[in-house]
């Protein structure tokens, strides 16, 4: 079927017009013309996309992902079942519910907590047979306290005082103490004064003048300072009788449309319930051999066996019975150095 929109002869209708009369009529011929709804794929008749468009947009505050959680609790988010709880634990299950060593109760470990952060110090104590064991005269010559020079001469003011350095500031001489004041030296001298507009802080308390307290205010300040007057009634009651006119009074069919309730939007699905039977099929499933694989823990090794290679450093045969290239040989040698030889320039024929 083709659509021809021809321009309607009246001006004042819009091009909207003539696009409904076209989309009313290809509705009432039952018209199968595809249309493309939006950025989608998928084709539909214009009927079945005017009813699409026409349908409520579904609100998402209804829906329910799940349970109603309450962090920081002991309950489990689903109702264990009886087989679960009847069940035995298995040996991976009783290594990981083991609880964490509380490092606190340790009275041997109380002094890492209360003088450091909690780790061992790396200082090993010594052992009884290093306590007693002899000492050999290398061990001796170096625990000997060092010996200051012969012409070395202890100024403790200096360390008690100071951090052993002299202070760059001198005691003023004799001369300079028994000196006479320049007039210059005394004016330097002299404390800085304050400004002339200068005015100090005022006081919080102000004493009132002897006019301000003879003084009589106007007629406005007497009107002013006069309290308002409020009247004593008489009021209206709380209660009061309702008309005849207005309890048979009959409401409107807009008062009665508005007083409905809103109702639940088309397709609405309530809240799934937390609790829910399982299916036979779910409990007499077994697990498969790449899922017990997965569930297994992972063995990791720790990093002293990472990091330790005891060949480290050990030369193999092969590099040690190998020879090197010329290349290698060449670029081994010292580099000569000495005075730069002349360069000679070469007259182009």
Known sequence: MTMNLVAPANPDLTSQVSVNNVLREMMEKGSHSRVYAG?????????????????????????????SLSWGNQQ?????????????????????????????????????????????????????????AATSGRTEDLAFPKRPPASYSENRAMYEFSCGRSSPIQEPT?????????????????????????ESSREVQSVPTRAAQNTRPS????MLAEAKKRPAGPFREPEWPVSGKAR????????RE????????????????????????AKQAVATRRIEELSGPIQRQSMDHLQFNPDAFKVSEAALSSGITPRIEELAQPIRRGPAPAKTRQKIK
Not at 56 to 61: F, V, Y
Not at 174 to 198: E, F, I
Not at 248 to 255: G, I, L, N, T
Not at 271 to 281: A, E, H, I, Y
Request: charged residues 25%; proline residues 4%; glycine residues 6%.
């Open 39 to 67: 950025r989608t794929t998928v084709a539909m008749t214009v009927k079945e996309r005017i009813e699409t468009l026409a349908k409520p947009k579904l609100s998402r505050s209804t829906l329910s992902y799940g349970p």
């Open 76 to 132: 489990t988010m689903w109702e264990l079942s009886q087989a679960a709880l009847s069940a035995d634990a298995s040996e991976r299950i009783m290594n990981l519910a083991q609880p964490k060593r509380n490092m606190s109760t340790q009275e041997d470990l109380k002094p890492q907590w209360e003088f450091s952060c909690g780790r061992q110090s790396p200082i090993i104590k010594p052992s009884h047979a290093a306590r007693t």
């Open 174 to 198: 004799g001369g300079a103490k028994g000196a006479a004041d320049r007039d210059r030296t005394t004016q330097l001298a002299q404390a800085k004064t304050v400004h002339n507009s200068y």
């Open 219 to 222: 007629e406005r300040i007497e």
């Open 248 to 255: 048979k009074a009959q409401v409107s069919e807009r008062v």
């Open 258 to 281: 508005l007083s409905r309730s809103k109702g639940l939007v088309e397709g609405f699905q309530g809240n799934r319930d937390v609790q829910w039977n399982v299916t036979k099929s």
